[in-house]
């Protein structure tokens, strides 16, 4: 009930934070084609900016959409605290794993010649520092 409809013409790149359903057309973001029944934007659940993707979506023919932003989908799950409380789960995994992406390719790995890895900078304490960042208050409380 709290979606709202919008349209795309071709070329037409979709604003971000927001979670977008596609009813009909297609849609290309992240280098992937989407189409009827997928969805992308789940973004929409992060605070911190730098888990974000850094794609926009751009429709390659009309697209019918379906859209919900972040303050409407947190209006719409404080009224549903067991859904709320999925969602902070997801939000928490999805976080937890671009961190650990975006970390790793902060990285310097080298190969020695013996053929051992060695990787210059601590990956544990830089991984603790970021995720220290993106964790809100609440985030922290219910993971203790």
């Known amino acids: 009930m709290g979606m709202q409809s919008s349209v795309m013409a071709p070329g037409e790149v979709a604003p971000n ?3 977008y359903l596609i009813l009909r057309g297609t849609v290309i973001f992240g ?3 989407l189409s009827r029944g997928r969805v992308w934007g789940d973004d929409v659940i992060l605070r911190n900016e730098l888990n974000f993707l850094p794609f926009l979506a751009r429709a390659i023919s009309y697209a019918d959409l379906q859209y919900l932003s972040r303050e409407r989908l947190l209006n719409v799950l404080e009224g549903h605290p ?3 409380n999925i969602v902070r789960r997801c939000a928490n995994f999805l976080a937890l794993r671009r961190t650990l992406i975006r970390t790793a390719r902060e990285m310097k790995i080298s190969v020695l ?3 051992r ?3 210059v900078g601590d990956f544990v304490e830089k991984l603790h520092e970021a995720a220290a ?3 809100s208050q609440e985030q922290e409380m219910s993971m203790s």
């Open 17 to 19: 934070r927001h979670l």
């Open 133 to 135: 960042s993106s964790l």
């Open 82 to 84: 067991s859904s709320l």
């Open 113 to 115: 010649a013996d053929g």
């Open 31 to 33: 280098g992937r084609v």
């Open 117 to 119: 890895v060695r990787m």
